[in-house]
């Protein structure tokens, strides 16, 4: 085969796609080994200036060429295509075309499940047979049989499935639902199929998995979701699938509950319901309903008319009854309405009747509501509120909210559960054309610009709250003058948070080149660490690192290191940290560089290696202390009293200790001084000396109290049950951990939870009863399966013999 041409990446549009061309390529550079592409890529980075320490090997290169990767090298494959091909201008293609379908794949990730249905549509009309056919189906459903509604677009697949689970409901068969919008077949290629993986996580949270606690891997979340579905009477509801591969993965298993998917496709293994459009004698009936039955009694054949106009579509129908009645059209003839109807569909780009009825409704609005209908197709997420209009539209918060009221009642756009607002695949399509016809570029960019500013600053303040002890490791976010929520504490904030999460993440993908993506993940960072969004940090912190300036830049690879950390991958962690300092050494950004340092330093303790942790942590002191970074030097000496103390120097992490304690009263933060006495405590408690870890733990027990910070009141707790234990002093031992175990499942920690249960079982056995220790350590083995970690031999030799015991 031959080419005279090379391959054009533009074809591709999903990564899969995209290495596909990457290997025409190869072929059409002549077929060079993977150790001759990897000289080659090793000379460009040479003569570039780059280290000896990044150079590539074969494997490296051949791993470009495979599809199984979840996120390319964007800097090595770029590189292999210039050696292949070293024309300025075909890179800057690959470089487009990887940004692109990078974008559709991190986009996947988004979704936001909902415990409990949306509400029910009004004015219901016929499927008699079909309800009959789902209700029997999911009535008499053993676990994780799955029934399924498909049909066209506009149809009526979700306003059934919705019915059907409320009728349910209602009925006493379910106790709740959970129901989530998979985005199988959306107008905007920017935002494709959800990943099954980002809906289980969300399943996860709702059904009360804490962050931390929900598996990396998309067989981990599977079967943590298998268990945490069993026993529940508990309705699954998919809509808007795209294929067996994205279902698959979210069914329970025969101890859960059944399955509702709608699609526009047939799905093998289902119970399926075909939904065609309304019989003639449906349509009528839901206008009767609607429009009224006297005005379509006077005019039935009219009325007949207008339907099949309509296709007897529901959405299409819905629409035509809202400008039916309508104030300014209550005085006419259904005649006239048909008359119109035909007038619009003549003219229409696309002649089907859910545009005619799309058209006539959207015609009927003032320009403020037109605009914003046009703005809200552009949106990159999946809903927004009142707040997120304002900042789209560039109006006030009450005529944004009188906007969204308006297109409500158009039957335009959705309201969902907490005052958020989404637009169905056929009107978004519908928006996104018209913008593309009635709005100048220039000002669809100056409005998503505009909600960029609006989500970047309201994100800070936000985080603020939030997490304010880092307020001044945050960059400052200039107030684009927009209104903002209420956010004046960390509960508020944290409400916020989650609810904008998706959007807060989409954002910083869309807004790289303007520089919002760096901005938002430095700003986010804390927020994703502590709440356990592996996968959402992981966009949003690989979207920075292609910021033009090389501070952002070098953040987001510190928060990239630190995320896959999170998660074991220390190797890889440590790569981005060194990317991370080399990117500060180059700007000379001083704090960034200390930064990178303290990052390393806690890398290489998590993996064991004290000795090389206790290296960047003492550079990473010197350099707070050049450049009078507080802050930076007290965590800089926290992780060095760490480390000595891991190291068996007792008498030098209690010096670190100390001196950070000093900084933390100069600075009067309470809750950073609690856990510095818990740090000293614990040096205490390692070196044998447990009546003086007592005495801190019980200072950082009372801080705690005095600030409300719950989680170090946890930690202190668990920490005081410990000593007690060691001093004899069972009964307080288990004062405490009942104390710490009432904490721990408010909060939601399996690990904290593991810990209080494994100490009453010590506390129990010491006093002898085996019977009352028990319970503990099946509960302590329990919270390990949970977590996906392996069970500790304590609590396995706990487990066995209580039920020797236990005959």
Known sequence: MAFTEPPDPGQARTLAELIAQLRLLKAWAGGPSYKQIAEGVNRLWTAAGRPPAERTARTTVADCFNTGRARPNTDLLLAVVEVLYPDPGYVARWQDMLRVVRSRAEAASFVQAQLGLPEAIPHFTGRRTDLARLRAALGDAVGGQVSAIAGMAGVGKTGLAVHVGHELLHAGRFDNALF???????????????????????????????????????????????????????????????????????????????????????????????????????????????VGAERVDREPGVARRITA??????????????????????????????????????????????????????????????????????????????????????????????????????SLVRRREGDRFELHDLVRAFGMARAEDEDVSAGRRAALTGLLDYYTFAAATAMDHYAPRVRGHRPPVPDPGLPIPVLTDRERA???????????????????????????????????????????????????????????RGHALVSLAATHSQVGRYEVATRFAEQALDCFRGAEDRWGECRALGTLGAIASWNADFARSAEFQREALTLAREVRDRSGERTALTNLGYVYGRLGWYAEALEFHTKALVIDQQTG?????????????????????????????????????????????????????????????????????????????????????????????????????????????????????????????????GVGCSVAAGG
């Open 180 to 290: 989530v919008n998979l985005r199988g077949f959306h107008p905007d290629p920017g935002q494709p199929p959800v990943d099954p993986a980002a809906v289980l996580d969300s399943f996860l949270r709702l059904l009360g998995v804490p962050g931390h606690a929900v598996p990396a891997d998309l067989p981990g979340k599977t079967r943590v979701y298998r268990e945490r579905s069993a026993g529940r009477r508990l309705l699954v509801v998919l809509d808007n699938a795209h294929s067996e591969d994205q279902v698959r993965p979210l069914l329970p298993d025969e101890r859960g509950g059944p399955v509702l998917v709608t699609s526009r496709i047939a799905l093998p293994g289902t119970a399926q319901v075909w939904l065609d459009v309304l019989s003639p004698d449906e349509a009528l009936a839901y206008l009767r309903r609607t």
């Open 309 to 410: 106009e309509l296709g007897r579509l529901p959405l299409a129908l819905t629409l035509a009854a809202l400008r039916m009645t309508a104030p300014a059209h209550r005085s006419w003839l259904l005649a006239d309405h048909l008359e119109r109807l035909e007038q619009r569909r003549a003219h229409l780009r696309l002649d089907n009747a859910v545009d005619a009825s799309i058209s006539l409704s959207y015609d009927q609005l003032g320009e403020p509501e037109r605009r914003a209908l046009r703005l809200l197709s552009l949106h990159p997420g999946a809903d927004l509120d009142a707040y997120g209009i304002a900042a789209l539209a560039g109006t006030g918060l009450d005529e944004a909210t009188r906007t969204a009221d308006r297109l409500v009642a158009a």
């Open 494 to 552: 944290a409400a916020w948070l989650d609810a904008e999460r998706a959007n807060l993440v989409g954002a910083g993908i869309h807004g790289v080149s303007s520089g919002h993506a760096g901005l938002l993940s430095r700003i986010l960072f804390r927020y994703l660490q502590t709440g356990g969004y592996i996968g959402e940090a992981l966009v949003l912190h690989t979207s920075a690192t292609e910021s033009a300036d090389p501070v952002a």
């Open 669 to 797: 933060d309470l809750c950073d001084t609690g856990r510095t006495l818990l740090n000293i405590g614990d040096t205490h408690l390692r070196s044998g000396r447990h009546a003086e870890a007592c005495g801190y733990f019980r200072r950082a027990t009372a801080i705690a109290e005095q600030a409300g910070d719950r989680d170090l009141h946890l930690e202190a707790l668990l920490c005081l049950a410990d000593a007690s234990l060691e001093l004899g002093d069972t009964a307080h031992a288990r004062t405490a951990h009942e104390c710490a175990l009432a904490i721990a499942a408010d909060l939601g920690s399996l690990h904290a939870a593991a810990r209080a249960h494994t100490g009453l079982a010590r506390a129990l056995t010491a006093t002898g009863d085996p019977e009352g220790a028990r319970e503990h350590w099946r509960a302590a083995r329990d919270h390990h399966r949970e977590l996906g970690l392996p069970e500790p031999a304590e609590v396995t030799a």
